[in-house]
């Protein structure tokens, strides 16, 4: 047993706002099948993460990690970017 268990909860999303300073907001969308009919069902959920140098903008795909409360809502921070978002 070499391997190394992670007990931090980690995510990949996408930041659909970069508008306040040191946070964003990451869109994280899943695919579940639904209980009693058995359908495939897309749901998402909204995190605010910490970003601290506000690298990250609005497109971009980012991995965002559970942390201790850093405030009301914000119990994520941003620990790398997966993908540039792309410019129109």
């Known amino acids: 047993m070499t391997e190394k268990t992670s007990l931090?909860?980690?995510?990949?999303?996408?930041?659909?706002s970069d508008k306040?300073?040191?946070?964003v907001t990451v869109l994280v969308?899943?695919?579940?099948k639904h209980e009693?009919?058995?359908k495939i069902v897309g749901k998402s959920s909204k995190y605010h993460a910490h970003d601290e140098n506000g690298d990250f903008h609005m497109g971009d795909t980012v991995e965002i990690t559970e942390s201790r409360p850093l405030s009301k809502t914000k119990n994520w921070v941003v620990t790398r970017l997966?993908?540039?978002?792309?410019l129109v």
């Open 8 to 16: 931090t909860r980690t995510l990949i999303g996408k930041v659909v």
């Open 20 to 23: 306040r300073s040191k946070t």
């Open 29 to 32: 969308e899943r695919r579940v």
């Open 36 to 38: 009693l009919y058995g």
């Open 82 to 86: 997966v993908e540039k978002a792309v």
